[in-house]
């Protein structure tokens, strides 16, 4: 029955939730280990389930070549549409682009637009990044040394960054001492490591830690702790990870946190795919989720 029920809805004859009925989607990730991804991916897997849509996940690890191999196997497969989530699309653009010659909507979640990308949608990162820096540097009284975590190869997160350098712009006492770039998968760790070495190296020089997203923030917070649990370092980063969100209530060296609603992201593609399912055009090529910073205060907690 599916096929005739996907032909008949392209054709117009019958309504949305018909058309989006049965339809095969593969949802494509390379980071489903980031708490972040996983959630965005079990948000969707449930909009999909309530649509009547068949679902299936594929995480390639981290490996973008297998990510694009991925991809080229679906298309062959002629699935109905193409879930790209935390996938900056222009590293795979030949096969988005083929996909979409293929006439298999492209849609993707944490993203950014790309040719042949139907919806991205996300947060406006380049503003999570600069509610990052200006929380962060307030706290420093616009003055002191920073560490930079970073990872510029997920389009979001290199837009926090490009935010960071704004910021610093018009921050010149906020110095970066010390900058990585992350290893993902396994940021926690990598963070936590670097920022051991990092403490035996230059941690009297240390004022607070960037981090472009929740999980190296952690990390750091746990070397911190382990190695200089009374430094006044201060730790922030972005997603609002419950773990980090916990953190920063028990009054930990993480002070705050830009969460963004991964809820609302996963809805709103879902939300889109069906319109896109029923022939209709997106009326936004890329739709922001909000987002809000998380403290001590707006938890309505007093840290000494």
Same mark, same amino acid.
Request: glycine share 8%.
């Given at each position: 029955?599916?096929?005739?029920?996907?032909?008949?809805?392209?054709?117009?004859?019958?309504?949305?939730?018909?058309?989006?009925?049965?339809?095969?989607?593969? /949802?494509?990730?390379?980071?489903?280990?980031?708490?972040?991804?996983?959630?965005?991916?079990?948000?969707?897997?449930?909009?999909?389930?309530?649509?009547?849509?068949?679902?299936?996940?594929?995480?390639?690890?981290?490996?973008?070549?297998? !990510?694009?191999?991925?991809?080229?196997?679906?298309?062959?497969?002629?699935? #109905?549409?193409?879930?790209?989530?935390?996938?900056?699309?222009?590293?795979?653009?030949?096969?988005?682009?083929?996909?979409?010659?293929?006439?298999?909507?492209?849609?993707?979640?944490?993203?950014?637009?790309?040719?042949? /990308?139907?919806?991205?949608?996300?947060?406006?990162?380049?503003?999570?990044?600069?509610?990052?820096?200006?929380?962060?540097?307030?706290?420093?009284?616009?003055?002191?040394?920073?560490?930079?975590?970073?990872?510029?190869?997920?389009?979001? /997160?290199?837009?926090?960054?490009?935010?960071?350098?704004?910021?610093?712009?018009?921050?010149?006492?906020?110095?970066?001492?010390?900058?990585?770039?992350?290893?993902?998968?396994?940021?926690?760790?990598?963070?936590?490591?670097?920022?051991?070495?990092? !403490?035996?190296?230059?941690?009297?020089?240390?004022?607070?830690?960037?981090?472009?997203?929740?999980?190296?923030?952690?990390?750091?917070?746990?070397?911190?702790?382990?190695?200089?649990?009374?430094?006044?370092?201060?730790?922030?980063?972005?997603?609002?990870?419950?773990?980090?969100?916990?953190?920063?209530?028990?009054?930990?060296?993480?002070?705050?946190?830009?969460?963004?609603?991964?809820?609302?992201?996963?809805? !709103?593609?879902?939300? #889109?795919?069906?319109?896109?399912?029923?022939?209709?055009?997106?009326?936004?090529?890329?739709?922001?989720?909000?987002?809000?910073?998380?403290?001590?205060?707006?938890? #309505? /907690?007093?840290?000494?």
């Amino acid at each position: 029955m599916r096929a005739p029920l996907i032909a008949l809805a392209f054709a117009g004859l019958l309504a949305t939730a018909s058309a989006a009925s049965a339809v095969d989607i593969a /949802v494509l990730t390379p980071y489903q280990s980031s708490v972040a991804t996983n959630q965005m991916i079990k948000v969707f897997e449930e909009k999909a389930k309530a649509a009547g849509w068949n679902a299936t996940v594929v995480d390639t690890r981290g490996d973008m070549g297998q !990510l694009a191999s991925r991809i080229e196997d679906v298309t062959a497969a002629k699935v #109905g549409a193409i879930v790209l989530v935390s996938v900056d699309p222009k590293q795979i653009q030949d096969q988005v682009s083929a996909a979409a010659a293929a006439g298999i909507p492209v849609v993707a979640i944490d993203g950014a637009t790309a040719p042949g /990308v139907a919806l991205n949608v996300t947060s406006d990162n380049f503003e999570l990044g600069t509610k990052l820096s200006d929380f962060l540097f307030e706290k420093l009284g616009h003055k002191g040394n920073i560490v930079k975590f970073y990872y510029s190869a997920h389009p979001g /997160v290199h837009q926090r960054e490009l935010a960071l350098d704004a910021a610093l712009k018009k921050n010149p006492d906020i110095k970066v001492i010390a900058e990585h770039y992350m290893v993902v998968p396994g940021p926690i760790d990598d963070a936590r490591k670097t920022t051991e070495d990092l !403490l035996k190296s230059k941690g009297d020089q240390i004022d607070a830690v960037w981090a472009a997203w929740d999980e190296p923030a952690i990390g750091a917070e746990l070397a911190i702790e382990a190695d200089k649990p009374d430094s006044k370092i201060i730790v922030a980063g972005i997603d609002g990870n419950p773990q980090a969100v916990e953190l920063i209530k028990s009054c930990s060296h993480i002070k705050g946190t830009v969460s963004q609603d991964f809820d609302a992201m996963a809805g !709103l593609a879902a939300e #889109g795919l069906t319109k896109i399912l029923a022939g209709e055009k997106p009326e936004k090529a890329e739709l922001y989720a909000p987002a809000k910073l998380i403290t001590p205060e707006t938890l #309505g /907690v007093t840290c000494p």
